[in-house]
């Protein structure tokens, strides 16, 4: 029962995480008809679209926060797995519960960043404050604030997933991944 409903929920878990990186995506693309309709407005008219700067420091975060949950989904997360595949070679029930570790403590890392931006969010949205230059150019706080807590707190439900079906599941339990276009 138990198994089933962590199982069910894993599953809703990594459905919004696939979602969120396609948010990431669109807001990918976003930026990118931005970008070119300011080298376009600067080179044809003289006159740059405002607020692209104040754009793109909104998207590069929001595309990071939105993508960083499908990123832990499927373990592409930047980390040094070298040590590991080489203790899972000869050790990889040791290797398994390193791993476990690690999941845990990049949970509880996760966890306290969504723990924290969440008041900072509430606030924002209370404040209505912004960023950008008065009467040019401004953007609202909240929803930055809003994809980093809901982005770190989706990536935390997915490590503790990885921990609790490794544990549950030891075919779950894998060496690193090498391609081999790096090798």
Known sequence: MLKSAVNALSRVANTLAITSNALGTLVVLALVVVLNVDVIARGLF??????TYEIVQFSVVMIVFLQLPDVVRVDR????????GVIHMRRPKLAANIRRII???????MGLIAYVTFPEFVHMWHTQ????V???????WWPVKLVIASGTAL??????FKVISAQDRPELIRAPEHDEASQ
């Open 155 to 160: 990536s935390c439900l997915i490590f503790v």
């Open 129 to 132: 404050d912004y960023f950008g």
């Open 134 to 140: 008065p009467g040019l150019f401004t953007l609202p």
């Open 103 to 109: 999941n845990a403590v990049s949970a509880i890392f």
């Open 46 to 51: 003289s006159s740059p679209l405002r607020g």
């Open 77 to 84: 997360l930047t980390r040094s797995d070298g040590l590991l």
